[in-house]
């Protein structure tokens, strides 16, 4: 099993920010990240006026799109509930990965790191530390019952994920 670690968090409050600093570092340490991001909006990785986006619109349930830089499969669910987090990572190649990061899924029983940003308009008591939080990113001082890191120290949040990992 891959080990899991959600960066759960408010809107506004640097999910994406700190992925995108987050996974070159792990990278550079020989970590070999995944992700997995939650949206709550209508997307779509395809382009209208594509091949791919035409002939997936006329009804291919699946559709894969190969090249030799990557490869992408999209599977229709329109009729479906929305699907849990051990199903998406089970599509995953746990051959090539050491870590799969998860941005959102702030309700499934996974590690998570929650981040608390003081201006996004939320209160320190509005947090939600579960027995899956295993520290908070903070940009302030907090008083929790889990390790509090840093958010703007991205070599201590490295740090904590290597500990948590097992590879420091």
């Given at each position: 099993m891959i080990?899991?670690?959600?960066i759960a968090a408010w809107s506004g409050t640097g999910k994406t920010t700190l992925l995108k600093k987050l996974i070159p570092e792990l990278c550079q340490l020989g970590i070999r990240p995944g992700l997995i991001k939650h949206t709550h909006h209508n997307m779509d990785v395809d382009k209208p006026g594509k091949d791919s986006y035409e002939l997936r619109k006329a009804g291919a349930a699946q559709t894969?799109?190969?090249s030799k830089q990557r490869w992408a499969l999209m599977t229709e669910t329109p009729e479906e509930e929305e699907l849990d987090l051990a199903f998406l990572v089970s599509r995953m190649d746990a051959s090539k990965l050491d870590l799969v990061l998860v941005e959102g899924f702030k309700h499934e029983s996974v590690a998570k790191i929650l981040l608390f940003r003081q201006d996004t308009g939320h209160a320190v008591s509005e947090l939600t530390i579960d027995e899956h939080t295993i520290a908070v990113a903070s940009d302030i001082p907090l008083n929790v019952d889990v390790p509090v890191l840093?958010?703007?120290n991205l070599q201590e949040i490295v740090a904590f994920i290597l500990?948590?990992?097992g590879t420091e």
């Open positions: 080990p899991l670690l959600a894969l799109v190969a840093d958010l703007n500990a948590w990992l």
